[in-house]
Nanobody
Framework: VQLVQSGGGLVQPGGSLRLSCATS????????MRWYRQAPGKGRELVATINGPGDTTNYADSVKGRFTISRDNAKNTVYLQMNSLKPEDTAVYYC?????????WGQGTQVTVSS
């Protein structure tokens, strides 16, 4: 399983970012994809989940209405559109496939929301 994340960085409060996660090495179209995040000094938080076909999504209450998870099964890529960003969204974000009963973690990408 390979995961290549992109799109993180520094953004001002109220701004937007889109994270991408290009994957390979497993059957992407039939795998649930999750985005987690971990803020400094805090535990991991499940931010968003999308099923294989992409027609069912779930979000943490902390991001509901601001973040959107989506996927392109032709490109084996999952996205996280983040709008109205807040300083408390600052964290390392991870895309995580759930495949054959296991989660696979990459290196993550840093998102910093600060003025």
């Amino acid at each position: 399983v390979q995961l290549v994340q992109s799109g993180g960085g520094l953004v001002q409060p109220g701004g937007s970012l889109r994270l991408s996660c290009a994957t390979s090495g497993f059957t992407f179209r039939s795998s649930v994809m999750r985005w987690y995040r971990q803020a400094p000094g805090k535990g991991r938080e499940l931010v968003a989940t999308i099923n294989g076909p992409g027609d069912t999504t779930n979000y943490a209450d902390s991001v509901k209405g601001r973040f959107t998870i989506s996927r392109d099964n032709a490109k084996n890529t999952v996205y996280l559109q983040m709008n109205s960003l807040k300083p408390e969204d600052t964290a390392v974000y991870y895309c995580v496939p759930y495949y054959m009963g296991s989660e696979y973690w990459g290196q993550g990408t840093q998102v910093t929301v600060s003025s």
